[in-house]
């Protein structure tokens, strides 16, 4: 299943391209859902390719329809994997998300592409979602098909509005950085 939506930030593109690459960790706490995003890999060998790997861990509890899987494989929070490829020369990150609890099951992917349009930035978002329990022993297609819907229906409901959610953090935290700055340099005047 492909997806597709645009959104807008209120500050202009280079400054909101290098905080996501840069500065995610540092923005979390202004997100709601979001309990803590770990940097666990940063690769510069190409500086106009930077390859990084975080771990989101949700402050939301599992859904029901997965809480049987969680109790199986022992996991009290939702977390996931990013992969990120920053490609500097196309404004773009190429993106796949890896849920240990869905590992064989769901995988996501996809690209963000920043635009700039006057002093804001508008953020396009393209993805895909795979979903397979051809691998569960056991299951009957019917369940199977009614477990892809649910999930369908959970990891799209939770991409789209965590990544405006992601997105209206970044602002509070650049609105914050701004007022810093301001009061850091009256004080400097004085």
């Given at each position: 299943?492909?997806?597709?939506?645009?959104?807008?930030?209120?500050?202009?593109?280079?400054?909101?391209?290098?905080?996501?690459?840069?500065?995610?960790?540092?923005?979390s706490e202004y997100m709601d859902d979001i309990e803590t995003?770990t940097l666990l890999e940063r690769d510069e060998t190409d500086?106009?390719?930077?390859?990084?790997?975080?771990?989101?861990?949700?402050?939301?509890?599992?859904?029901?329809?997965?809480?049987?899987?969680?109790?199986?494989?022992?996991?009290?929070?939702?977390?996931?994997?990013?992969?990120?490829?920053?490609?500097?020369?196309?404004?773009?990150?190429?993106?796949?998300?890896?849920?240990?609890?869905?590992?064989?099951?769901?995988?996501?992917?996809?690209?963000?592409?920043?635009?700039?349009?006057?002093?804001?930035?508008?953020?396009?978002?393209?993805?895909?979602?795979?979903?397979?329990?051809s691998s569960v022993r056991f299951m009957p297609k019917l369940?199977?098909?009614?477990?892809?819907?649910?999930?369908?229906?959970?990891?799209?409901?939770?991409?789209?509005?965590?990544?405006?959610?992601?997105?209206?953090?970044?602002?509070?935290?650049?609105?914050?950085?701004?007022?810093?700055?301001?009061?850091?340099?009256?004080?400097?005047?004085?």
């Amino acid at each position: 299943m492909k997806f597709e939506f645009s959104d807008r930030i209120r500050h202009p593109r280079d400054t909101v391209y290098q905080t996501y690459r840069d500065r995610l960790d540092e923005f979390s706490e202004y997100m709601d859902d979001i309990e803590t995003i770990t940097l666990l890999e940063r690769d510069e060998t190409d500086p106009d390719q930077i390859k990084l790997l975080n771990e989101w861990t949700s402050g939301s509890k599992i859904p029901s329809f997965l809480r049987p899987l969680a109790k199986r494989y022992d996991v009290s929070r939702l977390t996931w994997l990013d992969h990120a490829r920053w490609v500097a020369s196309e404004n773009a990150v190429y993106w796949r998300m890896e849920f240990p609890l869905l590992k064989q099951y769901v995988e996501a992917s996809g690209c963000n592409v920043m635009e700039p349009d006057g002093e804001q930035t508008v953020i396009t978002v393209n993805g895909e979602l795979l979903l397979d329990f051809s691998s569960v022993r056991f299951m009957p297609k019917l369940v199977a098909n009614r477990l892809i819907g649910q999930t369908e229906k959970f990891v799209l409901k939770m991409i789209e509005p965590n990544l405006k959610k992601i997105n209206r953090g970044l602002e509070r935290f650049l609105d914050d950085q701004s007022a810093q700055q301001s009061k850091q340099a009256k004080k400097t005047k004085k």
